[in-house]
Nanobody, 125 residues
Framework: QVQLVESGGGLVQAGGSLRLSCAASGRTFNTYTMGWFRQAPGKEREFVAAIIWSTQDTNYADSVRGRFTISRDNAKNAAYLQMNSPKPEDTAVYYC??????????????????WGQGTQVTVSS
């Protein structure tokens, strides 16, 4: 069974940096797509970034492109979200998700089968 465990969330000042980690287990993920999504209070869950495990092709939401970087470590079976220059509007619970197939690094949350429990990120101004 696939399990995803996020870590690295916390309080960060605007303009700082933070790296989220997603430890994955239960499968060999080289045929999977990994994604990060977020949900702020009172808002719908939204796409942040995705990476095709095998090719490392990536996709980003316009709101984070150029500031956030998604990556993966094959040896550690882990995915990461490097958050540089975060803004207060980036405050949310961040979720790691994965699903079989390349999905062209899709931004569609309903295509992802497996989800982590989330980690809170709070950006202070």
């Amino acid at each position: 069974q696939v399990q995803l465990v996020e870590s690295g969330g916390g309080l960060v000042q605007a303009g700082g940096s933070l790296r989220l980690s997603c430890a994955a287990s239960g499968r060999t993920f080289n045929t999977y797509t990994m994604g990060w999504f977020r949900q702020a209070p009172g808002k719908e869950r939204e796409f942040v970034a995705a990476i095709i495990w095998s090719t490392q092709d990536t996709n980003y939401a316009d709101s984070v492109r150029g500031r956030f970087t998604i990556s993966r470590d094959n040896a550690k079976n882990a995915a990461y979200l490097q958050m540089n220059s975060p803004k207060p509007e980036d405050t949310a619970v961040y979720y790691c998700a994965t699903t079989p197939g390349k999905l062209y690094a899709s931004a569609e949350s309903n295509l992802y089968l497996y989800w982590g429990q989330g980690t809170q990120v709070t950006v202070s101004s």
